[in-house]
Every structure is written in C-alpha cells, then in structure tokens.
C-alpha cells in the first residue's frame, strides 16, 4: 500500500507541473503573436507615411506639369514667345526701352552743418 500512496501523491504534483508548462507555452505563443502582430501594425503605419509621401509628390509633379503645359501653350504663339525673347535675351523691340529698376541701396550720408560727411 505504500507503494500505491506515494505513488498517488506524485500524480497531482505531476499534473501541476504539466498544466504550468501548458500555460508557459500557451503564454510563449501568445506573447509571439503579440510581437508579430505589433511589427505588421509598425510596418503598415511606415508604409501608410511612405503612401502619404508618394501620393504628395504626386500631387506636386501633376501641379508643376499643368504649370509647364500651360507655359508651352503660351510660348507656342507668337504673342506669347516675343515677349519671352525680349525679357530673356534683353532684346529691345523697335520703340522699345529697357528700363532697370535698382532696389533701395545704401543710403549717402547727410553733412552735418559744417559741410563735412557723417
């Protein structure tokens, strides 16, 4: 009979163990479903960023080729290519003029009341 109560003792103590190591496992492939799941969420808001960038230049090359097309049809007249020319070239058209326009330069010093310079 002792034999058969040591015996029963180790059986509970065995299942315990058993279930423990169940739920280390069950834990183990929960906690690597977690990391897979937050890496495809990481990837998928870098990409939607990439998406979003992408779709802005977009945005930006189709704006500068209406832009540029516009320009080709103006310079494919003759009222809009002289004007080009001229402004380019500095060509001046007979009775025409250039005229320069200079921003604000440096102000000339005022004399001061004995005719001598600041």
């Not at 290519?81 to 001046?92: A, F, G, S, W």
């Not at 003029?97 to 010093?109: C, H, K, M, N």
């Amino acid at each position: 009979m002792n034999g058969k109560r040591g015996r029963t003792s180790i059986i509970p103590i065995v299942r315990l163990a058993g279930r423990c190591a169940l739920a280390l496992v069950v834990v183990a492939v929960l906690g690597v479903i977690a990391m897979q799941f937050e890496g495809i969420v990481a990837k998928n808001i870098a990409v939607a960023h990439e998406l979003s960038a992408i779709r802005a230049d977009v945005a930006a090359l189709h704006a500068r080729e209406m832009h540029q097309r516009a320009t080709i049809a103006r310079l494919g007249t003759a009222r809009g290519v002289v004007p080009e020319i001229h402004e380019k070239l500095r060509l001046v058209g007979p009775r025409e003029e250039i005229i320069y326009l200079r921003g604000a330069g440096v102000p000339t010093p005022e004399p001061d009341s004995y005719g001598t310079e600041r």
